[in-house]
């Protein structure tokens, strides 16, 4: 059995009970280095198999190859496993195997709504979520999928927004969005959302700090409704107030 | 101070810690009933005031009042608060008073992960969140988000897809969507999810079944790639497997 557990945007406190639960009963854990050392305390009995980024293939294959031998084993990912983790993956290789493993998807909370806390209430409204990451995506299809979300008059998130890799994407994707976002649009910046060295910024649209972002950082980019009330961004659902 | 607590879809094991916590210190707990009675189990010490469906106004202005006068009020919501709940219309709230009150959003599971999770891997790659209710939001406007959103390519998870006093609201979105949404695009559709009372279903986009979903029903909607394996949507990330 290989359950697939979203522990949340990094602290205790953000993690679904099921989470802790299923990480309890499972005898071996994997993950990425970056999210074991997150629950660390949580794991100090069992069998851990971590690995590095980039690692995504050989890491869900040796789940799968544990389960075959009748092990629980957790699979964890940051945020919710759903969401940019490794729940598709271990499905995706399941397909291909004789012996078909059973996979339970554990709930968790995703950084869009991790930082859309932190931030007040950006996302009342209809929102898209994007990641910049070209790596598995083709740009061109990004690129359109930031203008038409902007056209669209989304609240927008951004995913694994900047990398050393590719330092340019950022402000390309802000020029994009620029046809249809406002000067004036609030923008929120959280870095390492629900962790201990959380950082937010609100700024408007046009005095975007690209250089403040980097691959720990969520992005949310209001609405036309959305405003700036102090150091929240408030987007309205709609009420008559 | 004013806690605005998402409660997850329901069940207790969906909940966060923080949450849980939240709810534990407050004096007072407000909230739509449905949801109080989710949680009645949690809150039988404290003082409750529950109210109807679109009374959302008068619950979150009872909370500044009692917020005002010393007391710590959670006001809950069913999945986040800040997705679709109440912490965007405490925040408005708020601006118009002199005495601002403190408000701190609860991080809760909304219901496109909830709902992800019980339907396999299906948000995996860029994701849009968009309600069919227009009771507050212009009908062609959630048109143009419907087109627009299918257009990039999107996967689509609709709130509030059907009420009685809409009931052909759906059957409309979905002949938007199919101007570039494939026949068989995979479509779930999960009632009640996360409570008691669950029920799912996976199908081409072209037998949708509209008389299935209701008020609690999320239905997502995959994109290209998105194919049925079993009784699971998997869409891919783009990993070469």
């Known amino acids: 059995m290989i ?30 280095k970056t999210y074991i050392s997150l629950i660390e305390d949580l794991i100090k009995d069992k069998e851990i198999i971590k690995n590095e980024m980039r690692q995504e293939i050989d890491r869900c294959r040796i789940a799968i190859d544990l389960s075959k031998k ?7 990912s940051g945020g919710d496993s759903g969401i940019y983790g490794m729940a598709g993956l271990v ?8 012996e078909k493993q059973e996979i339970k998807v554990i709930q968790g909370v995703t950084s869009s709504i991790s930082a859309a806390a932190v931030l007040g209430a950006p996302i009342m409204h209809d929102m898209c979520q994007i990641s910049l990451s070209d790596l598995m995506t083709p740009w061109n299809v990004i690129e359109k999928r930031l203008k038409l979300a902007s056209e669209a008059d989304f609240v927008i998130c951004i995913y694994n927004p900047r990398s050393k890799g590719r330092s340019d994407h950022l402000k390309k994707a802000f020029e994009i969005m620029a046809e249809f976002k406002g000067a004036e649009t609030p923008v929120g910046i959280v870095k390492n959302s629900g962790r201990m060295n959380q950082e937010e910024y609100i700024v408007e649209f046009q005095k975007m700090n690209f250089e403040l972002c980097d691959m720990s950082t969520m992005i949310i980019i209001g609405n036309k409704e959305s405003y700036i009330d102090g150091n929240k961004i408030i987007t309205p659902r709609g009420y008559s107030i």
Not at 70 to 76: E, F, R
């Open 91 to 98: 499905y995706e290789l399941n397909t291909k195997e004789i």
């Open 70 to 76: 009748g092990k629980n084993v957790a699979v964890i």
């Open 3 to 32: 359950y697939m557990v979203g522990i949340g945007p990094g602290k205790r406190e953000y993690m679904t009970l099921q989470a802790i639960e299923a990480i309890e009963n499972c005898d071996v854990i994997v993950g990425y």
